[in-house]
């Protein structure tokens, strides 16, 4: 009889608690930044799947309700650019808005590395203008790692600078094609006023209606945010040649880009589910959390402080001494003179 109350009871904990799990997943989120509008976590899955960066681009511009970015404001969707650049064995893919005929605004950057054995680490780094400071992507190990910033994975080790489970991504076909001895550097040819015949400006949806469409992408173990650019070398490489637009910003500080919410509040996703910790900075040997000892604080002291005899605050300048010794007489006859004879 116990057993069959004790059933009864989880079963009905159970199925009042199914409401609860499905608000959780079903939160709408967002950045409050212009960036809102391209789901990043998209924008990587389309990478993943397209195989040369002429296929990404079109798939960034034509595939339904994916781009919905308005940045200057005109009331139609703008049309992304893909450029990249080469350094070494470093690629850095570039997606950009042509505001006008000279005024450009980068979304984001994808740096494709290869390490010292050849395998190929991507990760997606949103401009800070429209997605904030720190907004990086990265493939996951599909392992289930909680989303809270605070868990630190006890189970787990440090390997240098980066977490085990980093994913490469030399399998990707567009990885190999952009590694292949036949890639040319590709550089849109599209500009402003003059664009492909598979796009078609179409107006902003609002945001509630966006994120419906794309809230899968911030509930998957294949993506995660991270704290960090594990390349930051190849990075600063790009960083200096990138675009802002004072078009966005000003919009930005303006508030023009908040009529998407129609007034409405939504939360903040979560953060990094990969946050850098001091060995990771330091880039020490692997340490396993579990057995860092924590710092001991000072053993206290018994003994009395030395008293000072000197002056505490002595001046700055001191006293010239006195002078006892009597000055010698002066003579007026030479010292010596050299005879001339």
Same mark, same amino acid.
């Given at each position: ?8 009871? &989880? ?5 009042? %608690?199914?409401?609860?799990? %499905?608000?959780?997943?079903?939160? &709408? ?11 990043? #976590?998209?924008?990587?899955?389309? &990478? ?5 960066? =002429? =296929?990404? =681009? ?31 064995? %470093? ?10 005929? /000279? ?34 992507? =990265? @493939? ?25 489970g980093m994913v490469y991504v030399n399998d990707w076909p567009i990885i190999i094609h ?24 179409? /107006?902003?949806? &609002? #945001? ?8 899968? #992408? ?12 594990? !390349?930051?070398?190849? !990075? ?52 396993? @959390? ?23 605050? @002595? ?27």
């Amino acid at each position: 009889m116990k057993k069959i109350i004790l059933y009864f009871v &989880f079963s009905t904990a159970g199925f009042l %608690s199914l409401p609860m799990f %499905s608000q959780i997943e079903n939160r &709408f989120v967002a950045l409050d930044m212009p960036g809102d509008n391209l789901n990043l #976590y998209a924008v990587l899955d389309v &990478f993943q799947n397209s195989k040369t960066l =002429e =296929e990404f =681009e079109r798939a960034l511009n034509s595939k339904d309700n994916l781009n919905n970015l308005d940045l200057n404001n005109d009331n139609f969707i703008d049309y992304i650019d893909v450029v990249s650049f080469k350094n070494g064995d %470093s690629y850095s893919i570039v997606l950009r808005i042509a505001l006008n005929n /000279i005024e450009f605004q980068d979304v984001a950057v994808i740096a494709v590395n290869k390490n010292i054995y050849g395998r190929a680490v991507v990760q997606i780094i949103g401009d800070e203008e429209l997605y904030g400071k720190d907004y990086i992507l =990265e @493939p996951s190990a599909g392992d289930g790692l909680t989303p809270n910033p605070g868990f630190l994975g006890y189970e787990r080790t440090y390997s240098g600078n980066y977490w085990n489970g980093m994913v490469y991504v030399n399998d990707w076909p567009i990885i190999i094609h952009l590694f292949s001895p036949s890639f040319v550097a590709y550089v849109s040819p599209w500009r402003w006023g003059y664009y492909p015949s598979y796009w078609r400006r179409r /107006i902003p949806i &609002f #945001y509630y209606d966006y994120w419906g469409y794309h809230r899968h #992408y911030y509930r998957n173990n294949f993506y995660r945010r991270v704290g960090y650019v594990r !390349y930051p070398y190849a !990075y600063s490489n790009y960083y200096s040649r990138r675009n802002s637009s004072p078009i966005v910003t000003r919009n930005r500080i303006n508030n023009v880009y908040r009529d998407t919410y129609q007034g409405r509040t939504f939360g903040r996703p979560q953060g990094t589910v990969l946050p850098r910790t001091q060995e990771q900075i330091r880039g020490s040997r692997s340490v396993n @959390p579990r057995t860092v000892r924590p710092v001991q604080p000072a053993a206290p002291t018994n003994r009395q402080p030395a008293q000072r005899t000197r002056q505490q605050n @002595p001046p700055s300048v001191r006293p010239t001494p006195p002078v006892n010794r009597q000055s010698a007489p002066r003579s007026n006859n030479p010292t010596r003179t050299r005879n001339r004879n």
